[in-house]
């Protein structure tokens, strides 16, 4: 049974250009949720999403970001124009149904933005 | 603004001693705690979780103790092992799906 999965791991941008995150969430889970770990700190919440619908988007930056869990494939984060400061981990979860508290966590993407 | 503080930043413990991380909170809506635990290159990992009505949970050699009144917890690892070394995350969240993380604790267990 694979877990989550994300990709790319590893993402060098320069300023400017876009960022494109990938997220399949585990079989059977319907609700997938973002993440950003900045160096030395805990994981913040950005968005919480299923299929088709972005249910909470509170802990997103007004622009550049946004995220998207189409019918069939993965979810995207994708940041525009990134920033030195969009440089962090980017952690993908995803939890079933039924039980949204349990939420597993991918390996991550690390942006790196030159 | 950081909903949940977690102490140390690091800590050094010898192979079968005892590590001990505590966090502390401030919403009294909280009411899901779980720790994870995580190795570098890898996501987090959910180790052991507990709910407010409950003051300690075992799993094996980790421990959740729980002290409503103080808005505090802490995980205690017992027999540490080398294969422990990693970092703990506290988190909390309001019965819902936000979870707000504390901002992690490495642990390094010495042979």
């Known amino acids: 049974n694979a877990g989550v999965m994300q990709n790319p791991r590893h993402l060098v941008r320069r300023r400017g250009q876009e960022a494109r995150l990938r997220c399949s969430p585990m079989k059977g889970h319907s609700h997938v949720y973002w993440y950003r770990q900045l160096p030395e700190e805990g994981l913040k919440f950005m968005v919480y999403l299923q299929k088709e619908n972005i249910i909470d988007e509170s802990g997103m930056p007004k622009e550049r970001f946004s995220a998207e869990f189409p019918k069939e494939g993965p979810s995207i984060l994708r940041i525009q124009q990134v920033v030195r400061g969009d440089s962090a981990a980017y952690f993908c979860?995803?939890?079933?149904?039924?039980?949204?508290?349990?939420?597993?966590f991918g390996p991550g993407t690390r942006l790196t933005v030159l | 603004q950081q909903q949940v503080k977690q102490s140390p930043q690091s800590l050094i413990v010898q192979k079968g001693g005892i590590s001990i991380i505590n966090c502390a909170y401030e919403n009294t809506a909280f009411d899901y705690f779980p720790w994870y635990q995580q190795f570098p290159g890898k996501g987090p990992a959910l180790l052991i979780a507990i709910r407010p009505d409950v003051s300690e949970k075992k799993e094996g050699r980790f421990t959740i103790s729980f002290n409503k009144s103080a808005k505090q917890f802490s995980l205690h690892i017992m027999d540490s092992q080398p294969g422990d070394s990693a970092t703990y995350f506290c988190?909390?969240?309001?019965?819902?799906?936000?979870?707000?993380f504390g901002a992690g604790t490495t642990v390094t267990v010495r042979a």
């Open positions: 988190a909390a969240s309001r019965d819902d799906y936000k979870l707000s």
């Open positions: 979860a995803s939890s079933p149904a039924v039980s949204i508290y349990e939420q597993f």
